[in-house]
């Protein structure tokens, strides 16, 4: 007899460590996605983003049942997709515990503009009237829409000069007024021209080195925000060796911003030219366009705008692809936005290597901002001076200005490089708004600093405004009057970095907060505001860390006598100090 001491015998879970996938979840995710056993390859994380949208439109929210499918299906593991779907402000996670949201969601912007609009008096009102067993009401940042604020979102339709009745009404009614976009189809824009410099870009009537020399002469210049010359962003990225990737940044969330928003909405296949004509200069593999989630009329837009470019056999199927955004606006950010086309929680990578060297997987990338993009085709067929010969004040070329706040006429206005606020507002906004003088200006939007009305003839452009501790940024205007509370515009601007900061830095994610309590206080203490800013701008990984600061420091340089007013004391002496 065979002795069994010491013999023991193993017991076998009968199923993989970790959480059971639900097959009734994961035959449904084949359902919705595609089966991706018949599919002819894998599908890699970059669509994750893409996949956790589909569900979230599907069910209105993400269950970590829905999850844990979706993981087994990407072949992934379950931390990379929670990860990614906890980091989106437009995905609603679901815990096992927690009960699903509302069927309805009624999101009210909570910008500058929309704040000076009444924002917090609609956001009041709305959560006093609905049943909030069928409704929520959020605070969301902005969407895009600030010449008709105050903006309410509800579902994935927007109501613009809303109001709680409007609002109201909607949700009992279930009746929208669409986006009425109306937009230059292929045909009229052919018959104007378009796309002949596409077409000789191909048959080599035009060279990229001549082109290049044009967009120099041009002085185009990236109108994102850093405004990086054109023409060097894409000999930084042709040293590089293929394939390589073009990327268009869409995704404009700077409070004040929506001047990428007039250009597609008005002029889609010409910005779609000037895409296609970078993306040749750089011998492409692809070409993405990252649209932020805030603007869903838009994404109707490009599909259709695309199809019919890909129905004229002017672009290959499958060389534009159409990214959307899930509520982030650190991936304006160039490099994050990488990330979250690789399907990542876009935070913003450490350079070098920058992305023009490495960037979308790992391979030379070109990112560019929509308005960049769209002149080119125009600066073609007028010529460099016609572009570069625009200008007031010693400074060349034309800005599109989003301006918002105290004035008649909001909107996006294209005006010389180089005017100043005080023409701006006289010559394009119709003055003042009734009953306002202007006190102070955003330049830049919430990231360019604050400035006041004695320096309303400072000439508009790059460049111009880094003397005054701001920059031009986006040209997102935001102008307030006397009647403006100051230091409710910078806890406004304060809680908006706060809330957008990605987290990953200390600097930014801890500083950003801090800065936010010392402000909300009735004594601002000048000492451990200015050690607080240095630190986030010196240490900061991104530039919104970085830029965080600028509307503070703005305020405590130029603005001490209107915040005494206001009741805010301001001290130079250090806490603890005798006075």
């Not at 994380?45 to 999850?67: F, K, N, P, T």
């Not at 399907?343 to 979308?360: D, E, N, S």
């Not at 007031?392 to 180089?418: C, I, K, M, Q, T």
């Not at 340089?557 to 206001?566: E, H, M, T, V």
Request: with cysteine; glycine share 10%; hydrophobic share 40%.
């Amino acid at each position: 007899m065979t002795s069994q001491i010491g013999v023991t015998s193993r017991r076998r879970r009968g199923f993989p460590q970790g959480r059971v996938v639900a097959p009734v979840a994961l035959a449904a995710l084949r359902e919705l996605l595609g089966d991706e056993r018949r599919l002819p390859a894998l599908k890699g994380r970059d669509l994750l983003i893409e996949h956790l949208h589909a569900i979230q439109d599907a069910h209105g929210y993400l269950s970590l049942v829905e999850l844990r499918a979706l993981a087994t299906y990407m072949n992934l593991p379950m931390a990379a997709v929670y990860e990614t779907a906890t980091f989106y402000a437009h995905f609603d996670v679901i815990h096992d515990h927690q009960v699903p949201p509302p069927d309805t969601t009624i999101r009210v912007c909570d910008s500058l503009s929309c704040q000076l609009a009444g924002a917090s008096a609609l956001h009041q009102a709305l959560e006093a009237r609905v049943d909030p067993d069928c409704v929520r009401v959020i605070r969301a940042p902005c969407m895009g829409r600030c010449n008709h604020a105050p903006v309410a979102e509800v579902g994935h339709h927007h109501v613009l000069y809303a109001t709680a009745d409007g609002v109201e009404a909607v949700v009992d009614t279930g009746h929208f007024h669409p986006e009425a976009i109306v937009w230059q189809r292929l045909a009229a824009y052919q018959q104007e021209g378009g796309f002949q410099l596409l077409a000789q870009c191909h048959n080599g009537h035009v060279s990229v080195n001549a082109l290049s020399t044009l967009l120099e002469k041009s002085q185009l210049r990236g109108l994102g925000g850093a405004g990086f010359p054109t023409f060097k962003k894409w000999q930084a990225v042709r040293q590089g060796a293929g394939p390589r990737y073009c990327v268009i940044n869409a995704d404009e969330g700077e409070p004040g911003t929506f001047k990428d928003r007039f250009y597609l909405e008005k002029a889609p296949h010409q910005f779609l030219e000037g895409a296609l004509v970078s993306a040749w200069a750089i011998e492409a593999e692809r070409l993405y366009i990252y649209l932020r989630d805030e603007y869903p009329g838009l994404h109707r837009v490009l599909h259709e705008a695309i199809a019919e470019l890909e129905e004229a056999q002017l672009v290959s199927p499958g060389f534009i692809v159409m990214r959307r955004g899930a509520g982030a606006y650190i991936c304006g950010e160039e490099s994050a936005l990488i990330e979250s086309l690789e399907g990542k929680p876009g935070k913003p990578r450490h350079r070098p290597p920058y992305v023009a060297q490495q960037g979308l997987f790992d391979r030379p990338t070109l990112v560019n901002n929509v308005e960049t993009v769209y002149w080119i085709p125009l600066i073609w067929k007028k010529g460099a001076e016609w572009f570069a010969g625009q200008g007031r004040n010693g400074r060349s070329g034309l800005r599109s200005f989003s301006v918002s706040g105290r004035v008649n006429r909001p909107g996006v206005y294209l005006a010389p490089a180089g005017i100043t606020l005080r023409e701006l507002i006289d010559e394009y906004c119709g003055g003042m708004a009734k009953g306002h003088v202007l006190a102070a200006y955003l330049p830049g939007g919430a990231s360019g600093g604050i400035l006041p009305a004695s320096k309303a003839d400072i000439p508009l452009d790059f460049d111009t405004l880094n003397a005054h501790g701001c920059f031009i940024g986006s040209a997102a205007i935001v102008v307030l009057s006397e009647h403006d509370n100051l230091q409710a515009v910078a806890t406004n601007l304060l809680a908006f970095f706060t809330d957008e900061s990605c987290g990953q830095c200390t600097p930014c994610r801890v500083g950003t907060e801090k800065m936010l309590t010392l402000l909300e206080g009735d004594h601002w203490d000048v000492q451990a505001l200015s050690r607080l800013a240095k630190v986030m701008q010196d240490a900061s990984i991104c530039g919104l860390g970085q830029a965080a600061p600028n509307p503070v420091l703005g305020l405590l340089k130029d603005f001490r006598s209107i915040l005494a007013k206001q009741q805010i004391i301001v001290s130079d002496a250090a806490e603890g100090d005798a006075p």
